[in-house]
């Protein structure tokens, strides 16, 4: 654990809120700005970057960093913080941020700017992919009108996200098929307990109450989705574009879901928590 | 299995409509009166109560049968259908039933109604609190901004309710609590591995993320209420007036959700199935 | 949890050692009699009978307390000891004893035993199934030459030790179909996620690897043992004479293994500390 | 699966035969050579190695091919077989075997044998390591006077075995810590719901009932075997030389056990079928 530090804690959503709480509680001291002033936060938030950076030992950027690849990601805030900008501000610190490409060619010349990605750690992943799988179930249990337990389900994609997934799932007495392509994932499959079938070769009927895609290609495409049953409900959790032909599934009748950001929307505060962790092991690293 | 049987399925909501679908595919035949008629039902539907009652050899009425002792739970249904007209079309019928003490009364003399109540069966009673079980899965998901894994729940009573749901919960990874009295269940529940917790003598400190409440008693009187933190969420499952002082709750800041019908609100595809294979049963066992 | 207590505890076998050792562990004192002296009880342990019980509060007999109806199950000890004797010794002291009938005839007239079976009691009954569904499990594993994982088992009876052991069956991997009759219990298993067959009324072939029986009847009679396949395994968990027909089993070539006693035998650590536990629950319901 | 093919199967033990009769069940032809004749596979078995091999498309030596690095692992055949001859023989042969070192130096010049390794394909390693921890649990419930379940136990090491193992622990009620040093691995323990410590950092006591060794390192030296209880069972399952050291063990009245070969003992029957699979996978990859 990490303690009697300076934490500037800069744009964000909710996450970021319960993520400051949270680094608060473990005595470290903790400036926020750019997010929403609570009653519960007020003598932590600053409406000015100076008082939230000048101090600090650690700067923590949001995640995603930004939607639009030039504002900071700050839906609570009352303006907008260019990139740009923010960059010249944080000289010298090091900086946590949510995924590090928008970021790193702002970077300016002569500053020791040490920027790190929590976004990019495997344990962020891996914890992040629980509370996504949790999401999951949630929009599942609100979507389908059967119950989990004995209903039909296919995961596509056996990477963390599909790895918990279908556990919760089989723990909840579903039927639960999992595809994916390499021997070991069908192994993994075959020991968890689960049915397996092979993401390159889908057979001729997708016969699934609930099909949940973790898998960052156009899975379903017209060919995949003509198998399925108008009644199957597809809930894509892999990222932008996702993997579904959306339109055509309308199109069809089939009811298909994109649901992104889970972890931010349903568990904030464990978003936070997990976040937070993470940057502490990165910290723990650097001083060994 | 039942078949080639005709059965007249009187008011519900969407229960009924696919209990209705459910019992015309094992090649029955089922005539709808005083429910919604939509595309899929239009040939089993009927606006004539008589087309649905008399050739039928089974009658089924919904669960519960009356929300007000006089007339018939029938939210879809254009005119309201006094119970005590109703009775008495039904001479001679095997009538179904969910709930039995409103409508034994008005049985009229002379006929010979056989009124059979398919909520007093037991294996309609745990099918039910599975589908109870994954309905207080989704409130609880989106009501608690954690995760349920590693989050502290406590399940009060060890009945058929809190049988499912612990088992859940913890399969989920959540800390389980379970509070019962009888040193039985305080056995079973040591063998699934919940902590346990006496019932007549609660801790100081609830100290729970979530509370799941299914005794219907007043458990969480001012003594209980006052034990919990104010970020304790309680989901009550227990049958009316619950077992929560709801507005002692809210004046301390605790959020109580009184969850009723949760089988129907969410898994009405499930609930219309557990309602017919009690059914089955039933008239498989008359037959032996 | 009782304490400040004297325990005398005459007869039994490893169990009873490992009972003595976790009394004297919550600082009550206590005497063993008539079970084998060891480096580890040698101060608790006396060759008197008269010094285990004159000064104790407690009494505890062995589980059974005898096996020929007229001496104490006592195989460590040198000498027997006839029950009618042993029963004019106890004038007035509270004697737990595991199984009652052998004894109760045999009170003496004008004394105050008091007897009290811990075998007759619920919580013992279920913490004892869990115990009995280990050494299932060990037996299990050592008997039959591929893995529980994936295997085929059948599980006659859904009490105690049924459900115990086939909730570790399926966990481990197994395909478990359970055998019962109430409708009921059949839901219980639909919940529980095995498959079910009517113990009445058993399908055509048993093609199972793995057989547990449960019921205490001769359910594998000529005709269920037929349908067996000679590669079966059947662990008959039931109490003497047993479910299956041990000859012809033998005779068509079908292993059958009568296990008895398994808590005893497997896990008398355990087995010791639940006897324990049910005695003080009885105690403590004695005091309020 | 494979169909239609001559196989001949060379040394080995009992999981050579269940291997050569699931084999001919595919409708394959098998020979047999250097392994046990018995009744059920006395047609496929012959006594010259010269007819195991001239039809055969493909051989398979047994897993390990060899104990001393010169004859052949066939502890059931009557006389030795050099491996230099063996090889000789194979001129052109596909042979799968298992573990390849000692045999790569012994190809002939100028021929065209193709050794595969099935013992290195991750999927043979990941259905091994399930066959590995039901025959660790068989030992567990053997050496422990305890049940598995509310027993603790320490699990050194997160990879396949570590995976499968703790898992089965946690399933059957144990109290599971697990031993790891990545931080991804850590994440996973604690998605998994295990308690975690650091095997670069062991805690100042080791605590547990059970303590289960993967990882092929002296971990219990003297430093850590001091912090265990003398009442502690190691259950060793890591290859030679092993992770313990045994001499001191014994020393300290710690019961530690040098588990080997697992599969092989407990579970020949799967041993076989894991064999099969995987050369049947690795053939199929080689046709495409």
Chains 1, 2, 3, 4 share one sequence.
Not at 38 to 50: I, R, V
Not at 231 to 247: H, Y
Request: with cysteine.
């Amino acid at each position: 654990m990490i303690k009697y530090k300076n934490f500037g804690i800069v744009g964000g959503d909710m996450r970021q809120i319960f993520l400051s709480e949270s680094i608060a509680k473990d005595e470290n001291s903790v400036k926020i700005f750019a997010n929403s002033s609570t009653a519960s936060n007020q003598e932590n938030f600053t409406d000015k970057l100076e008082n939230a950076i000048k101090t600090s030992d650690y700067v923590i950027l949001p995640l995603p960093v930004t939607y639009d690849g030039e504002t900071l990601n700050a839906p609570f805030s009352k303006s907008q913080i260019k990139l740009y900008d923010l960059m010249r501000e944080l000289t010298d610190k090091t900086v946590f941020c949510g995924g590090i490409n928008s970021l790193s060619p702002l970077i300016p010349e002569n500053t020791n700017i040490k920027l790190k990605d929590y976004y990019a750690r495997e344990e962020f992943q891996i914890l992040n992919a629980l509370a996504t799988a949790e999401g999951a179930i949630n929009i599942a249990l609100s979507e389908f009108l059967g119950t989990i337990h004995s209903s039909r389900c296919l995961i596509v994609g056996y990477g963390r996200i599909g790895k918990v997934l279908s556990k919760i799932l089989k723990d909840m007495g579903a039927n639960v098929t999992v595809s994916a392509r390499k021997p070991s994932d069908l192994a993994w499959i075959e020991v968890m307990g689960y049915e397996s079938i092979n993401t390159n070769n889908m057979p001729q009927k997708l016969d699934y109450d609930l099909i949940f895609n973790t898998v960052p290609f156009k899975i379903f495409n017209r060919e995949n989705l003509l198998k399925c049953s108008y009644e199957t409900k597809i809930i894509d959790l892999s990222s932008k574009p996702g993997g579904v032909d959306f339109e055509l599934a309308e199109f069809l009748g089939i009811k298909a879901i994109h649901a992104l950001g889970l972890p931010g929307k349903f568990s904030p505060i464990k978003a936070g928590d997990i976040i937070k962790r993470t940057i502490y092991n990165m910290i723990e690293e650097e001083r060994l």
